[in-house]
């Protein structure tokens, strides 16, 4: 976003709790690997630093199910080249974008300061320095709090009744654990994103430039199988060697991880009121956080920079503030919905013998009628040009049609192959849906 106003002839100060990334190790244990897709790939264009991501970025044009018999199954997102999400870590990418907001005049970045308060009206930010102690107070014209799902700006307004905010919990936590390099190389296929799913929990893996891959495991806080289980020294290698034995045997210090990497929570934030005085705005996580399931989080926010730059381009700042928050709510309601119920399709929709047969037939579907039947999750991650709250609606109407479809012509199912009676059935039901 400073990339952004500083291209369009504004001062921009950017103001970061965290030390510089480029003086201090990356985080470990907490990160959650990123997976770019349409929307953020947009996004980094617009400001002229997707070229430098491309050493980086690993494509992954699909998913590799891993069952409990180490059997793998590869099912690719969509059909076409442009259908691919790109792993890439978040450290490389925070690098990456600070060099480049550092090396524009127009932007000064100042680190180790945490926000502590601030004054709606006259748009001042009360400021202590992490590393003296100071208290600071500085003034601003435009206020964009784009700190994340725990936001400080987003707790100032709420506390001065100009915003409504609720924290819905996940009741599964995550852990995250590296998978090393094996001989030099790839221990998994580099080009996919790995799912275990086991019904109730799941663990995934990305691929990192380095060769490692970038293991999380969601598991409930309690129960049968979770994470209140896992405390005794030993248990975390005998429930990987049950559960996920293939990726057991990856990680020789399994043990010394899961002991080292924190366990942190999940949940979405509900928001009402991203803006204030038309001055204060609520930008990011820090007014619509979702859960990862739908890899959409950092693309969402993304997006919501260029719909802001673009709402800027008018002049009217004000105008701008609330316009946003009109035109991208519904989109992040809907987002937040649907990474939801990925997380289901994830860790056990995907081990239905239906799932894969239903897949062929959105592809079917797709390939019969372009641009009108797209399955949700490419309009999600592969069409900026449909909104979340659109690919909703139209996902919707699909999944009608897909068990009308199934119900009238089960042999389409099982063949993935559309009869001419099963098209003119297609046909009249999207013309119906309005699609």
């Not at 239903?358 to 949700?376: C, D, T, W, Y």
């Amino acid at each position: 976003m400073a990339l952004m106003l500083a291209q369009r002839g504004h001062r921009v100060h950017v103001r970061e709790r965290r030390p510089d990334p480029r003086d201090a190790a990356p985080e470990r244990g907490r990160s959650i690997n990123l997976a770019l897709s349409a929307r953020g790939l947009t996004a980094l264009s617009q400001v002229g630093v997707l070229e430098r991501l491309g050493a980086v970025m690993i494509s992954m044009p699909g998913r590799m199910l891993h069952d409990e018999q180490q059997q793998l199954e590869f099912l690719p997102y969509g059909q076409g080249e442009r259908e691919v999400n790109y792993s890439v870590s978040r450290s490389q990418l925070n690098r990456v974008l600070i060099e480049a907001a550092a090396a524009h005049p127009a932007i000064e970045l100042t680190f180790h300061q945490r926000c502590v308060d601030l004054d709606v009206p006259s748009g001042t930010l009360q400021l202590r320095d992490e590393q003296s102690g100071q208290l600071l107070r500085e003034p601003t014209e435009l206020l964009l709090g784009a700190d994340g799902a725990g936001s400080s700006v987003r707790h100032a307004l709420v506390r001065r009744g100009l915003s409504r905010s609720r924290d819905v919990p996940l009741p599964h936590d995550y852990k995250e654990l590296t998978i090393p390099p094996s001989q030099g190389g790839f221990a998994l296929e580099p080009h996919a994103l790995h799912i275990w799913p086991r019904g109730g929990f799941m663990l995934i893996a990305l691929p990192n430039a380095d060769r490692s891959f970038t293991a999380t495991l969601f598991l409930p806080r309690q129960g049968e199988f979770s994470f209140e289980r896992l405390q005794a020294a030993n248990a975390p290698r005998a429930f990987f060697e049950r559960q996920f034995a293939d990726a057991a045997g990856l990680i020789p210090d399994l043990a010394e991880q899961f002991s080292l990497h924190p366990q942190s929570q999940l949940g979405t934030i509900e928001c009402q009121g991203w803006q204030a005085a038309g001055r204060v705005l609520l930008l990011g996580d820090a007014a619509h956080a979702v859960v990862p399931f739908h890899g959409q989080g950092l693309n969402c926010g993304f997006e919501d920079c260029v719909v802001l730059d673009r709402l800027l381009a008018h002049g009217d700042c004000s105008a701008a503030l609330s316009a946003f928050e009109g035109e991208r709510q519904p989109n992040t309601t809907a987002l937040a919905e649907m990474a939801l119920e990925n997380y289901l399709e994830m860790r056990d929709g995907v081990r239905s013998p239906q799932f894969a047969p239903r897949k062929a037939l959105q592809s079917a579907l797709e390939r019969a009628f372009p641009g009108r039947f797209i399955p949700r999750y490419s309009m999600v991650t592969f069409h900026a040009e449909i909104s979340y709250a659109e690919a909703q609606r139209r996902g919707r109407q699909q999944e009608l049609i897909l068990d009308r479809l199934t119900a009238e012509f089960p042999g389409e199912l099982d063949s993935g192959v559309l009869s001419d009676p099963a098209l003119t059935c297609a046909r009249d039901l999207l013309a119906k849906a309005g699609l």
